[in-house]
Each structure stands twice: as structure tokens, then as C-alpha cells.
């Protein structure tokens, strides 16, 4: 049996923690109770992918994105600070499922918790399905969720364009270039026009 928070009222994603060491995590809260519900960066990234996905079949394509602004891109808002410090439900995921709700054109987030099991001493992971938790947003919700995370991942350590793997400032043999082409962090500076004479 799940735990429908229904209709969310606050939602979003952010990190804790310095880049390299950052943990991921969702959240929200309803009239019904509140989630933390912690991943790991690919599974955020993804489930902003998979929103993006499904807001451009049911647009037809037109999905609105982040406006390039002056000086990069603005930096995530994080959890507010009225958010309860004890949460209702407070997990590591193991188990997410998107859909989407014609009828009554809402998102349905089904976030189910992992449990670490000893079995014949190896560790298990136990996906706990009855536990889950369910969250109810709209396209709009959707849509500025899946920027909000963007914002999160790319506050980190820059990523591969190949392998996705963090860059930490050196070279890096990359996998999926079989290790033969080495990737070195570059950084380009904006040049006001006002200066390019």
C-alpha cells in the first residue's frame, strides 16, 4: 500500500554538501505530510529528462527551457526554510515511476525506499514497493522541477560530454573514448561587445 501525499504544494530539488561530495535530494510536502527522498545525481538528472520527454509529446513539442541570462545561469534556490526538519517520510530511493495523467492532467511520482539487507553476508539492496510514496504535480510544476534540477547537477563538478563522469581540473582518460583521448577542462570568458574593438 503506498502513501499518497496527493497534490503537492512545495516541490523541487537541491543538493547538500561541497561539489564532490554532494548528496542529491527531492522534496515536498502537501497538506497530507512531507518527503526527503534522496538519490543519486544520474537518477535526478534522468527523472528531469524523462519530465522534459513527456512535456514535449504532450505539447507537441513546445516545451518552455531556462532563458540564457547575463552571468551563466542563476543559482538553485535549494529547500525552504519553512520546510519541516522531521519529515513524514525521509528515504533513500530505490524504485521511481513516472506517469502521467491525461484526465486530470497531472504527473504521478511513485518514489519507493531502498533498505540494505544482510543476506549470507553480502549486502542486498531490498526495493520496500508498499512503502512508496506518491506525489501529484502539474505540467507547470513539472516543467520548473525539471529546470530547478538542472540547475542543481550543473552546480557541480563539470561533467564529461561524453561519459558523464565529474571532471576535476586535470586531464581524464575517458571510457568512452576508450581512455585513448584526453579531456581537459577549459574555461571561456565572456567578451562584453563594448570591448571587442
Not at 78 to 87: A, I, R, S, Y
Not at 160 to 180: E, I, T
Request: charged share 25%; with cysteine.
Amino acid at each position: 500500500m503506498s502513501n499518497d501525499l496527493g497534490r503537492i504544494e512545495t516541490l523541487g530539488a537541491d543538493a547538500v554538501g561541497m561539489p564532490g561530495q554532494r548528496r542529491f535530494r527531492l522534496y515536498a510536502r502537501s497538506g497530507r505530510g512531507s518527503a526527503v527522498v534522496w538519490m543519486e545525481k544520474e537518477h535526478l538528472r534522468t527523472l528531469a529528462e524523462t519530465l522534459e520527454r513527456i512535456l514535449g509529446a504532450i505539447a507537441d513539442g513546445e516545451v518552455l527551457r531556462l532563458e540564457a541570462r547575463p552571468g551563466g545561469l542563476p543559482s538553485p534556490t535549494g529547500m525552504p526554510g519553512d520546510f519541516p526538519l522531521t519529515p513524514t517520510y525521509d528515504f533513500q530511493v530505490g524504485q521511481m515511476k513516472l506517469n502521467f495523467d491525461e484526465h486530470n492532467e497531472m504527473f504521478l511520482l511513485s518514489l519507493a525506499p531502498m533498505e540494505i539487507i544482510e543476506e549470507r553476508g553480502e549486502p542486498q539492496a531490498l526495493i520496500l514497493e508498499d512503502e512508496a510514496v506518491v506525489l501529484r504535480f502539474s505540467p507547470q510544476e513539472a516543467l520548473e522541477l525539471s529546470n530547478e534540477i538542472g540547475l542543481v547537477v550543473a552546480a557541480g563538478r563539470p561533467v564529461c560530454p561524453f561519459c558523464h563522469m565529474p571532471l576535476d581540473g586535470g586531464p581524464h582518460a575517458c571510457v568512452k573514448q576508450n581512455g585513448h583521448h584526453k579531456i581537459v577542462q577549459m574555461e571561456i570568458q565572456d567578451i562584453d561587445e563594448d570591448e571587442e574593438e
